[in-house]
């Protein structure tokens, strides 16, 4: 019983898992072509940018909140680099590119912390208002035009493979980005787990004022989260341009709710003080893979809003009816428990 | 204030200095003064409402005092913030014990501690012997991986009494620690207070149970409506002069019970009713009009009863007759369409909307009865309502669109039992309708109830409060491992009788 508890995990990883993996199973049985190498590397190399957004948005949920500029600050950032380097004509490598979007993400968030922590907004409202605001002033002051060419870094970044396997159905790439965004990942819950940050974040999302009242220092994290969903967005931006080997002001806006969708399903709870990296992960493929399976057997792209959409509902539904179920069943069971424990002492 | 009389008197580690404080222009506290001193219990008493709360919170950093300082070991604040506070070493059981129902109870126990140690990694490992030589200590067994929303209210209560205690606090403040305990858990808690006094922690304790207050503290400070009222060595007091102090008047806790016509029609006929690990063969009547105790220890089932009467957990057998007629209650629905009402124990999580003003918990479970003929709502109808209970319960408010999350736990509880009042319910069952409340007003609430009664509402009192019992019920029901063990009545309804039954 304990055994099974840990195996369904503490915010139905598990469960999620299986869904899952009886999805994969359904479609290769379906159709073929979609148990192949290259869906699997494409599916993955499709959630790269994914990921990096959902581990954003799972601290913020986290803490009770909710972030939907961090689309928003990510093609700020990622433009605003790229556009900075083209325009000065210079390339600073890599480590820079990253060390400036990570410093204008993280900027950007800072302003959504500082409204939100001091002015005890709700963090929907701030986070849709600002989101208008990156990006008009992106458009105004950074510019709206396309850029077909990336800097010499990021270009050959673009190009770089981890794995490269022939197969029968043709050649299959791994990209090499992959890498990174799964050290981003043990980082994220690493983070969570095991640094007093990471459980504060959760002491927040359960019950804010006894986190206060606990010594947090509540506004000080609250500005430190958005900075952080920031910056992450901001290497998801850099990660989007390079993967799409261009520069584009009017991506990734208007993709939040496929995020927001995936990282709910992955159990982290709207309410806030829930959720996990693993689930977030497989939150996000099993959004992947729902689209990508919508999308082989011939379903309109249109409707693939509407999927996620429900997708969005359902993990919503879901969390509710099982913390209600799970509050009543405990009840039960703890109150036979105590019985029972009476009734042996009378009978010993 | 009045001093002490020793000649040296002891410096004290906490104390508050005239601290003022008003919500939205109500004055909460009006220049109160309190001494924490080393290896003494300071008990806080006074009436729902009148700042207790407040003050600990100020102290705590919690809230900021409008004005007065904070002296800790001799340096003075104007205001300090919690951190420093849990730095400077004070340690505070909230009465809503603010703990976090998401993490795990071992967390809740030792996350404070981390915090305020500074560290910045958090190893669940290495924190775990901390929370299991506490409940050692203090010879609990809860479920550290249990999380917290999950558990029930005494839990949470020891929970965040672990929690204070891990802490090696200088000083620890208790606001209603024992509300949810049973005799034996408060019995080790006083135990656990003793040593404490003895290694020189200052404490400060908030109880609405005078004996309690009596048993356990050197020193005594009551309040009055935000006003600290007298000062002294608890030796100086016994209850019935606490009482004066705290309420301004003589409480009057005699048994004044209306004779009970047993030819009333039963109201409620409970015959053989069992559940499975609960209780088993309960049968008993419920007349018209009368006031029916409910009596036994924790565990012993009292509570399960009263939960399959209102549908929440069903009965497995036997039948319930509400009015003369059979129903089956299954459901809350049944429960509720057969007019009973039931305020539960753990009232300030599962009956109050927090956030919603008093008018709207007040008339919250009772708004189908203020439908007018067209189907819309009768606006002076739930005007009426509110105020008749607003006033009627005295409840402690600038005006009812307070949001009840700003009221005084007591106060709280009063919004609950308007609630259920509301709903005009012929049969309605309070578990434990008191606790938290002070004595003044629970006076007040048995009063209300006998009002109640004698205009026809039959009313079960859940509740291992003796001295409330004999106030107020007709007969006391004893409930004993899962069986009804006694039925006393008239003479037998006697505080030791109620006890020595419950007990034995
Ligand atoms: N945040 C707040 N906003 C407005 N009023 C408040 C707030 N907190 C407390 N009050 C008011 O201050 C007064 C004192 O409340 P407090 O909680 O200190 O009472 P208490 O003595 O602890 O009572 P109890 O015994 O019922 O717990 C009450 O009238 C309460 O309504
Ligand atoms: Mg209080």
């Not at chain 1, 008009?136 to 990336?150: I, N, Q, R």
């Not at chain 2, 209603?176 to 200052?202: C, K, M, N, Q």
């Not at chain 2, 008093?358 to 009772?366: C, E, K, P």
Request: charged residues 15%; hydrophobic residues 45%.
């Amino acid at each position: 019983m304990a055994a099974l508890r840990r195996l369904r995990g503490s915010n139905n990883e598990g469960v999620l898992a299986l869904v899952l993996l009886g999805l994969i199973v359904a479609m290769s049985i379906a159709n073929p072509t979609f148990f192949t190498l290259n869906t699997g590397f494409s599916i993955l190399r499709s959630a790269i940018v994914p990921v990096i957004f959902a581990l954003g948005v799972l601290i913020v949920v986290i803490t009770g909140g909710i972030d939907v500029s961090f689309a928003a600050i990510a093609i700020f950032a990622g433009y605003a680099t790229v556009s900075f380097c083209l325009n000065a004509g210079f390339d600073p490598g890599l480590p820079g590119i990253f060390a400036i979007a990570i410093g204008v993400g993280a900027s950007l968030g800072f302003v959504n912390g500082i409204v939100i922590a001091q002015f005890s907004l709700p963090t929907l409202i701030v986070t849709l208002g600002t989101q208008g605001v990156f990006f008009g002033a992106m458009y105004t002051y950074v510019g709206a035009s396309y850029y077909a060419e990336l800097p010499g870094s990021m270009a050959a970044l673009a190009t770089s493979n981890l794995l490269d396997v022939t197969t029968s159905s043709g050649r299959a790439y791994l990209h090499l980005l992959v890498v990174p965004v799964l050290l981003l990942c043990l980082l994220v819950a690493w983070v969570l787990k095991r640094t007093m940050f990471g459980r504060s974040l959760y002491a927040m999302g359960g019950d804010l004022e006894a986190a206060r009242r606990a010594g947090f220092q509540v506004k000080r994290t609250q500005v430190s989260v958005y900075m952080l969903v920031g910056a992450l967005a901001a290497i998801a931006g850099v990660i989007h341009i390079v993967l799409s080997r261009s520069a584009n002001p009017r991506d990734l806006v208007g993709g939040e709710l496929d995020i927001i969708a995936a990282v709910v399903l992955g159990g982290a709870s709207i309410f806030g003080g829930r959720g996990s990296v693993v689930g977030t992960v497989l939150g996000v493929l099993l959004v992947q893979v729902i689209k990508n399976s919508l999308l082989l057997v011939g379903v309109p792209s249109a409707w693939l809003r509407t999927a996620v959409g429900v997708l969005l509902v359902l993990g919503v539904g879901i969390q509710a009816i099982a913390a209600r179920r799970d509050s009543r069943r405990m009840r039960v069971i703890e109150d036979l428990d105590s019985a029972q424990q009476h009734e042996q002492k009378v009978g010993s | 204030m009045t001093s002490m009389t020793t000649s040296q008197p002891p410096t004290p580690f906490v104390s508050a200095r005239g601290i003022s404080k008003s919500f939205g222009g109500v004055p909460a506290l009006v220049n109160v003064s309190i001494d924490l001193i080393p290896g003494e219990v300071h008990c806080l008493a006074g009436e729902n409402g009148c700042g207790k709360s407040t003050l600990i919170k100020i102290i705590s950093g919690a809230e900021r005092p409008d004005s007065g300082e904070i002296v800790i070991d001799g340096v003075s604040h104007a205001q300090i913030n919690a951190h420093a506070a849990i730095q400077g070493g004070i340690q505070v059981i909230y009465q809503d014990f603010s703990l976090f129902p998401n993490l795990t109870v071992a967390e809740n126990i030792v996350l404070t501690a981390e915090v305020a140690s500074g560290r910045r990694l958090y190893s669940p490992g290495s924190v775990l012997p901390k929370a299991k030589a506490i409940l050692q200590e203090l010879e609990l067994d809860l479920d550290l991986d249990r999380e917290v929303g999950d558990l029930s209210v005494a839990d949470k209560q020891l929970t965040a009494i672990c929690r204070a205690l891990v802490n090696d606090a200088r000083a620890i403040i208790m606001d209603e620690p024992t509300t949810a305990l049973t005799h034996t858990e408060v019995s080790r808690l006083f135990a656990l207070v003793e040593r404490l006094r003895a290694r020189g922690v200052a404490l400060l304790f908030v109880s609405h149970k005078l004996e309690e207050v009596l048993a356990v503290s050197q020193r005594l400070t009551i309040m009055r409506s935000g006003r600290q009222v007298v000062s002294g060595p608890t030796s100086e007091f016994d209850q019935r002069s606490i009482s004066r102090h705290m309420t301004g008047r003589e409480v009057d806790e005699s048994r004044v019970v209306s004779d009970l016509d047993l030819t009333a029609p039963l109201a409620l006929e409970v015959s053989k009713l069992s559940l499975a690990g609960a209780y088993r063969d309960v049968s008993f009547g419920l007349h018209r009009g009368e006031i029916l105790g409910v009596t036994g220890l924790l565990g012993s089932g009292r509570t399960e009863i009263a939960e399959s009467l209102f549908g929440v957990t069903p009965a497995d057998e036997g039948e319930i007759r509400v009015g003369g007629k059979l129903v089956p209650i299954r459901t809350i629905q049944d429960a509720v369409t057969a007019r009973i009402g039931y305020v539960p124990e753990d009232r300030l999580s599962q009956g109050l909307f927090l956030e919603k003003s008093i008018a709207d918990n007040i008339v919250a479970a009772s708004l189908e009865s203020h439908r007018t003929r067209w189907g819309t709502l009768s606006r002076a109808g739930i005007a009426t309502t509110i105020k008749q209970y607003f006033v009627g319960l005295k409840i402690n408010a600038p005006n009812a669109q307070a949001p009840v999350r700003t009221l005084s736990g007591g106060n709280a509880q009063r919004v609950v039992l308007a609630k259920w009042l509301a709903t005009a319910p012929t049969v309605l069952m309070l578990n434990g309708p008191t606790v938290g409340v002070d004595i003044g007003s629970k006076e007040e609430i048995l009063e209300l109830l006998r009002v109640e009664a004698a205009k026809g509402m039959s009313v079960i009192v859940i509740s291992d409060d003796a001295p409330e019992l004999v106030a107020a019920c007709h007969r006391v029901l004893v409930i004993k491992q899962g069986r009804l063990t006694h039925t006393l009545e008239g003479d037998q309804i006697t505080v030791d009788t109620i006890q020595e039954r419950m007990s034995a």
